[in-house]
Structures are given as C-alpha cells and as structure tokens.
C-alpha cells in the first residue's frame, strides 16, 4: 500500500496514500478537536467547523476532515488563526447549549468537555448570549433517553442508524436555529421503527443520546 | 407540531390519491421534490399517509421525507383551512409588534404557526414581508391584507367571520 509521509506539529507520521490530516493526526496520538466526522463515513459532513489547522503553504485554515494528506505536508495544529476560527466556532455551539454539566451523566466523557480543555476556553464562556432551545425530553424508549437540547446536531446518530443498520430512524427535521435529529413526524422513539441496538448512543459525543442504566457504553 | 387531523377514510383516500401521482414519476430520488409538490398541488398540504407512501415508492427513509417537508416553508403540514391567516413579520410589522398580533392570532385560535383549527375553520401562518409597511402590523386574511392588525382588531376579524357564519347557518334555515 502507497504511504505518505508528512508532518504533523513538528512529528514525522506516515499514513495511507489518501487519508484525511484528521485520522492521520488522531492514529498518532495527536489530538484535533472534531464532532460531525466518523472513521467510517467516505466523504466528511464537515459541518462542525472545529478541527481547523494550518497547513504551510495554505493562506486559510483548513478543516482537517475534508483535506487530504499530501508527501512532505507540514501541518500545523494550534497555529493563532486555525485556534481562533475552531474557538469561535465551538463558543457558538456552547452558545445554545444548557451546559448543565454537574447533573449530566456524560459529563467526564463528554466530548464538549475535552474540546473546552484543549481549546482553552471555559464551558461557561459569555461572549455569546445564551439562547436555549428548551424542547421536550424523550424518556420513551427503554433503552435510553434523548434531551435534543444537549444535541450538537453532528449527525453521528444519523450515519450509523442508516449506513451501518440500514434503518433509517434518525434524521434532521427544521431549519436553522429549529433544526434538529428526530424520527419521523418526530414521534417518539418507544413508538417509532427503532430497534433499539443502542448505536446512536454509543457515538453521540454529548448527552443528548445516554443509556438509561447510566453507562455511556452498551455492555 | 404535525397533529393527526385525518380521518381513517380520509386516510384511505390520501393514499389512493398519492399513488395515483407516482404513474407520472420514477423511482429516482431526485423525483422527491416534483413528487411533494404534485401531491400537495392535490391534497392541499402533505398529510403523513402520503409521507409514508412517497418513502414506499422511493425506497428512501420516511424520515427523509419528513426532513425535506420540514426544510422548506412551501410545503405544509397541515390541511388549508377555511379561512388563511397570515400574520407578516417583516421588519416593519416587526417594529410595529407583528409578533404580539401573532402571539394573539394564537391565543384567539388556540393553535401555533403553520397549524389548523380542529374544525378546519382557520390556518395560521407567517410571512416574511407582503409589501405593505405602511399598514403595519400587517395581517392577510383570505389573501386580503388589513392594516394596524393589534390584538383588538384580530377579535374584531374573528367576530366578523361569527356574524358571516350565523347569517350563512340563518339563510340556509330559513
């Protein structure tokens, strides 16, 4: 198999002809904060605009999902402009979310959390009003419960129930600030096709999809 | 939000009539938006027997349906009432308090936006601007727009659609 190699933060890596700065950088212990991308999906959604990082040669940032490595590539992870762009971006995110960290049960293997910490910026950060959206919780399904205002709208819950179930339960209903993952005609999971493999759960990166037993994990 | 308003007869006809659209269409997913349009065109708003149909036909997800149906403003979830209300929220009624008309509009009817009374009298909806600022806050009613609509002029419209409805019920009786 065709390698490539390149530099990422001053470490010499060698990766798959092909591959995206992202899982190169993640594989070699390099973290790149990131919420809508998965290992499996072949062409990234790009739409959390988080794992930004500046590439030499480049005048702009770049989302390190959709671009691709190239032989002798020097990737910069925490250059000023790429930092600015993915803190901009995620105090946005923070901006619509309750942040109601000391009552959840993902809250230490919270996604939200970990990007906070690299990024540096405090989840109660105040450069943004807050706007909540304030919708109603789903406790129906007997396996988990769905709060949709802990929801970052990455549609990793949405992937997996299509592409590795071939279900097709989720999906994203709205427009705009309304937008959110829901099932059809938003009815309840405990009364929608849901075949309740707890999937959804396992790759939501929040607390919006958790397992009732309180386990962020399926056993 | 999507409130089941159909009868299970209505029901059977939804379906009879959505698959009548489809002779007209392929199995392309690409066919999903002409698809939607037609059967609204028919049905007046997309009900969620014809949702499911389309998915059927298609072989996509019903949620995606749902999703396109959910993302554009053309396409209605509820069935069209008697009467359209229209309250507009473009900048002037905005300034002028179209949300406060809107939120009475509401109260009055007892239902949100993009929604049917029971009885199927009124719909309510908003729109972004219809072109008369000066009239503001501007509601249109049966397509007609009526200017300075405060929340004492949306019981004044809604008493006039009562007296309507007793002289038509007074009429047929006598």
């Known amino acids: 198999m065709k390698t490539v190699s390149l530099t990422i933060d001053g470490k010499k890596i060698e ?83 309750p942040m109601d960290c000391a009552h959840c049960v993902k809250s230490g293997s919270c996604e939200l959390q970990k990007i906070a910490h690299h990024l540096n910026i405090k989840l109660k950060s105040k450069r943004f009003r807050k706007l909540l959206r304030e919708l109603p919780i789903d406790d129906s399904s007997s396996l988990f419960t769905y709060d949709p205002n802990k929801c970052v709208l990455c549609g990793r819950c949405v992937w997996v ?21 829901t099932t059809f005609a938003g009815e309840p999971f405990g009364e929608s096709k849901c075949q309740e493999c707890g999937d959804c759960v396992s790759v939501c990166p929040t607390g919006a999809l958790t397992f009732k037993n309180g386990k962020t994990e399926e056993e | 939000m999507n409130k089941k308003v159909s009868t299970t007869e209505e029901q059977v006809k939804i379906r009879q009539e959505t698959k009548q659209i489809f002779k007209r269409f392929g199995k392309k997913r690409g066919n999903l938006m002409p698809i939607l349009q037609k059967v609204q065109g028919k049905l007046g708003y997309l009900p969620q027997e014809a949702m499911l149909e389309i998915a059927d036909f298609l072989e996509i997800p019903g949620i995606d349906v749902y999703s396109v149906i959910t993302f554009y403003n053309q396409f209605r979830l509820n069935p ?91 009429n047929e009786n006598g």
């Open chain 1, 15 to 97: 990766t798959r002809h092909g591959e995206k700065i992202l899982w190169a950088a993640l594989e070699n212990g390099i973290y790149i904060p990131n919420l809508c991308g998965l290992r499996d999906e072949a062409e990234s959604v790009a739409s959390c605009r988080l794992c930004f990082v500046e590439v030499v040669g480049k005048e702009q940032a770049v989302t390190a999902c959709t671009e691709m490595v190239t032989e002798g590539m020097v990737v910069n992870t925490r250059g000023a402009e790429a930092l600015r762009m993915a803190r901009s971006g995620f105090e946005l995110l923070l901006s619509s979310l």
């Open chain 2, 80 to 170: 069209p009432g008697r009467h359209s209300i229209r309250v507009c929220l473009g900048t002037a009624c905005h300034m002028k308090g179209g949300y406060i008309t809107l939120d009475a509009w509401k109260r009055r009817l007892d239902i949100d936006r993009g929604e049917t009374t029971p009885d199927r009298e009124f719909d309510l909806d908003s729109v972004a601007c219809v072109g008369c600022c000066v009239m503001a806050p501007v509601t249109v009613v049966d397509g007609k727009p009526q200017g300075k609509v405060e929340p004492t002029k949306v019981d004044g419209l809604l008493l006039a659609f009562e007296h309507e409805q007793e002289k038509k019920s007074k």
């Open chain 1, 161 to 181: 129930c299509r592409e590795r179930l071939g279900v097709g339960v989720l999906g994203f209903a709205n427009r705009g600030f309304q937008r959110v993952v």
